[in-house]
């Protein structure tokens, strides 16, 4: 059973940064998808950003260029660097993953395993 567990949300105002973790545990296949989506109220769930187990990212044009997508593998932990904060990107932010490829871009209804999320708040 895999388990994701986010943290590092909260409120900055427009131009800040935030760097959003995802601890992952019981996780076993070589080759796998792994994803950020946001969901901001009255709006459908969206993909961010995504990497597989090569390392190839992706991103929502909406972010590319400001946010970046990493994992440090040893610590099994997936991140989500995210600089010159909009107030747009107020959302709530979910890690989520998958096994298999084709992972790009990332579409939530194929994701099966989900964390929590944690809310991201921006300011103007």
């Known amino acids: 059973q895999v388990h994701l567990v986010e943290s590092g949300g909260g409120s900055v105002q427009s131009g800040g940064s935030l760097r959003l973790s995802c601890a992952a545990s019981?996780?076993?296949?070589?080759?796998?998808?792994m994803g950020w989506f946001r969901q901001a109220p009255g709006k459908e769930r969206e993909g961010v950003a995504a990497i597989d187990s090569d390392g190839t990212r992706s991103y929502a044009d909406s972010v590319k260029d400001r946010f970046t997508i990493s994992q440090d593998y040893a610590k099994n932990t997936l991140y989500l660097q995210m600089t010159s904060l909009k107030p747009e990107d107020t959302a709530m932010y979910y890690c989520?993953?998958?096994?298999?490829?084709?992972?790009?871009?990332?579409?939530?209804?194929?994701?099966?395993?989900w964390g929590q999320g944690t809310q991201v708040t921006v300011s103007s």
């Open positions: 019981g996780y076993r296949y070589s080759s796998y998808c």
């Open positions: 989520a993953s998958r096994s298999g490829s084709w992972c790009h871009p990332p579409k939530r209804y194929e994701y099966n395993y």
